[in-house]
Each structure stands twice: as structure tokens, then as C-alpha cells.
């Protein structure tokens, strides 16, 4: 069963305005982590912000912040002001806390944003 | 910085041949990673490693093998590469434990393979 699902294949959004890219996903533990990477298009893929499932408050790096909604199983990624070179694929993934203490994630089959001038 | 470096970027095989990914990293991370990527699918897990010597199978480990000699090298092995291995492949590398920063991944920059 999949773990992790982001519904929206491709987002497309005017420059300096807002976007958020939804991510659901699915565990039985009651604590685990949450995390979002971007992928450029030259293909390098860097990690962005993480939410960790016992924190209430929801994270918030540079213009990047985190919509956790933990009811729902959902953890969205909001860029505000965005910029070109905000276009890339954004992926969502989990680490189950209760699995193998490797670090080991699932990841989310990503969406592809494209911010126009 | 932390680093992850992947050889070869591209990679053009024949159906049946033996292909090698080779991976290498500098930042003294225990764990190390073999992730493919395909449309769709996002970031599939092939075989992980959390040290020398160790290998374990990921969601995806059919018709690949892994080789860890050592803390920074980390191999990915195609025995009999087939047509459905076309793929990009990528190299992580993280650091064990259960805190969350330490779980954040560095990736080599991927290998385009194609099995013709």
C-alpha cells in the first residue's frame, strides 16, 4: 500500500504569488517525521523542511512552512512569495519511527511547479 | 558540505550485461542508499546499508545486488540488466538515529541508465 501520496501532478503559478502542494500519507505509528525535497531541473535533489508528527507547530524555513494537519493525515507545502527558481519537483516523504532506525523514507511520486513571469 | 558523489552520470548497457553503479560519500555517514526514480512513481528504496559490510533489501531488490566494502563506498549491481532497469538512480547518504535532523538525506546528483 502506498505510504505516501501527492495527488497533483502539476502545479502552475504566477511569480511572487502563493502555491501550496498537498501531500497525504498513511502510518500506523504515533510518531514519525515528515519531510519535503525539491528536485531541480538539472536533477539534484536537496532536502527542504521537516515536521516532526509530536509538534504542534507547524514548520517554517525561509519562505517555505508546513500545513500539518495531523486529523488528516496531511502535511502541505506552502512557498509564499515564490520566485522562478522556485520550478522544480517537490517531493513529500515519511519516516515511521516504529519501522528500521535507518532513516529509511517513503516517498510521495512528487509534483512538478512551474512559476511563469 | 556534505557530499555524495555518483559514478558514472550516464550509462548505456546492453540486455544481459553486468552493470555497476558506484557511489561515494564524504560525509561519515553510517547509512547509505539505493533509490530509482521513474515517472510516476517518485523515489522507489532498491537496497540500503547502515555499514561496512552490511546490505539489506528495500521495497524494490529484485534483480539488483549492493556492496558495501567500506564506510564511504556504497555499489549498486545489475548482474543481468534488462530493458525494465531503465531508470535514474540515486545515491543518499544519512545519518542513523531516531532524531528527526538526522534523518535528512544528501543525494548524489543520479545516473541515467539505459539497457537497450
Known amino acids: 500500500a502506498q505510504k505516501v501520496t501527492q495527488t497533483q501532478t502539476s502545479i502552475s503559478v504566477v511569480e511572487k504569488t502563493t502555491v501550496t502542494m498537498d501531500c497525504v500519507y498513511e502510518t500506523r505509528d504515533s510518531s514519525y517525521f515528515l519531510f519535503w525535497y525539491k528536485q531541480t531541473a538539472s536533477g539534484e535533489i536537496v532536502f527542504l523542511i521537516r515536521q516532526d508528527s509530536y509538534k504542534k507547530e507547524n514548520a517554517t524555513v525561509g519562505h517555505y512552512s508546513l500545513n500539518f494537519q495531523k486529523p488528516k493525515s496531511s502535511i502541505g507545502l506552502i512557498i509564499t512569495a515564490t520566485q522562478i527558481e522556485d520550478s522544480a519537483v517537490y517531493f513529500c516523504a515519511m519516516r515511521e519511527v516504529g519501522g528500521s532506525a535507518l532513516g529509511r523514507l517513503h516517498f510521495g511520486a512528487g509534483t512538478q511547479l512551474i512559476v511563469i513571469p | 558540505e556534505a557530499a555524495v558523489t555518483q559514478s558514472p552520470r550516464n550509462k548505456v548497457a546492453v540486455t544481459g550485461g553486468k552493470v555497476t553503479l558506484s557511489c561515494n560519500q564524504t560525509n561519515n555517514h553510517n547509512n547509505m542508499y539505493w533509490y530509482r526514480q521513474d515517472t510516476g512513481h517518485g523515489l522507489r528504496l532498491i537496497h540500503y546499508s547502515y555499514g561496512a559490510g552490511s546490505t539489506e533489501k528495500g521495497d524494490i531488490p529484485d534483480g539488483y545486488k549492493a556492496s558495501r566494502p567500506s564506510q564511504e563506498n556504497f555499489s549498486l549491481i545489475l548482474e543481468l540488466a534488462t530493458p525494465s532497469q531503465t531508470s535514474v538512480y540515486f545515491c543518499?547518504?544519512?545519518?542513523?538515529?531516531?532524531?528527526?535532523?538526522?534523518?535528512?538525506?544528501?543525494f548524489g546528483a543520479g545516473t541515467r541508465l539505459s539497457v537497450l
Open positions: 543518499a547518504s544519512g545519518a542513523p538515529g531516531l532524531g528527526g535532523f538526522q534523518n535528512t538525506l544528501y
